[in-house]
């Protein structure tokens, strides 16, 4: 089934949850969410986000790029870094790894290239 990603369409009355956008796994033939689960407010889609749920990542991948993402969401950008760094040693993912070089520095780190 396929993921799709919803955010706020009014940031400024929207909860936490939608503020920052989540994702719905949704059947094709689901009509599309209008308003957050949470606390009913307006949502839309984002555009290029709807990809396969089953993807070629393992579980663990899809939860370490989750936890990444909130990570980034947050700031804790030193965290980021060494999660995608440990991930992506682990993967030998050079996407992943090029995300931990960019998050290093972000977080302040010297990174050599
Ligand atoms: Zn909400």
Do not use: W
Request: charged share 30%; glycine share 2%; with cysteine.
């Amino acid at each position: 089934m396929p993921i799709y990603e919803y955010i706020a369409t009014d940031p400024d009355s929207s909860c936490r949850f939608c503020f920052n956008g989540f994702e719905q796994v949704q059947k094709m033939t689901e009509p599309p969410l209008s308003i957050c689960p949470e606390c009913n407010n307006k949502v839309k889609k984002t555009v290029s986000l709807c990809r396969a749920a089953v993807v070629e990542t393992s579980e663990e991948s899809t939860r370490v790029a989750q936890q990444l993402k909130s990570y980034e969401k947050e700031g804790m950008y030193s965290h980021a870094a060494e999660l995608a760094d440990k991930h992506s040693e682990k993967t030998s993912d050079s996407q992943l790894k090029n995300r931990a070089k960019e998050n290093y520095k972000k977080a302040g780190y010297q990174v050599s290239d």
